[in-house]
């Protein structure tokens, strides 16, 4: 067995709390927050409806999650992030807005795929603007791996959809061709889509497109 840990596609760093950050954390996440542990979870039973189920990788400061989750009463989110201040962020936003079909998970996204969550439990799968990781010796630490793919394949239900945007063009041609070597997964456009409807055009979306980046969103599906 190697002894090496394991490579993460994140960098834990400390950030700054603000007050409101802060407060949410301590005060919120044990009502909307969904602790990491080593045995499924039953998410009908959390959200106490059966309705599509909807994860999210990195979620960020969760103005893009609140937003979907608003829009779409109909459906139930579980958002995963890792940095303190973007889950105290989301935790905030969630009691702003009143939103009851938005959970967090605060921990490492593939040991809560690994532990948490069943085969074919999900509807869909987001991953918006992960870590680029620009520099060729850290392209290793890219989210979007054939490993991980698999995994999120075993979870998605046949016919769920696997979403990821991204600005950075290689790591574009790098997901295109990672999920297009999955055999469980079928592309919905001949390379890119158009972004749909509902994944909201974000600030940081706003000004990327403002310095001349272009959007790529990929959308695959599992063969039903």
């Known amino acids: 067995m190697s002894s090496y840990p394991p490579i993460r596609s994140y960098v834990l760093r400390q950030g700054h ?3 409101a950050q802060r407060h949410a954390y301590e005060t ?3 009502r909307y927050g969904i602790l990491f542990a080593e045995n499924l979870i039953d998410l009908n039973q959390i959200f106490g ?4 189920k909807i994860l999210e990788i990195g ?5 893009t999650t609140a937003e979907i989750a608003g829009q779409h009463p109909e459906k139930d989110f579980i958002a995963i992030e890792v940095h303190a201040p973007g889950v105290g962020s989301l935790l905030d936003r969630i009691e702003k807005r009143g939103l009851t079909n938005l959970r967090i998970i605060p921990h490492d996204a593939k040991q809560v795929l690994q532990h948490m969550l069943a085969r074919e439990s999900l509807d869909g799968i ?5 870590d680029p990781w620009p520099k060729a010796r850290h392209h290793k630490r890219r989210l979007v791996q054939p490993d991980l793919v ?3 394949c075993d979870r998605l239900k046949p016919g769920g959809y696997l979403h990821v945007a991204t600005d950075w063009e290689d790591y574009a041609i790098h997901i295109l061709q990672v999920l297009s070597s999955e055999k469980q997964l079928v592309n919905t456009a001949a390379d890119y889509t158009v972004r749909p409807a509902y994944r909201p055009l974000t600030k940081f979306e706003q000004r990327g497109i403002k310095l001349g980046h272009t959007i790529r969103d990929i959308i695959f599906t599992k063969i039903a």
């Open 28 to 30: 919120l996440l044990p």
């Open 17 to 19: 709390f603000s007050s």
């Open 49 to 52: 409806r059966t309705s599509p």
């Open 150 to 152: 698999s995994l999120l």
């Open 59 to 63: 979620s960020g400061m969760g103005e």
């Open 126 to 130: 987001h991953i918006f603007f992960p």
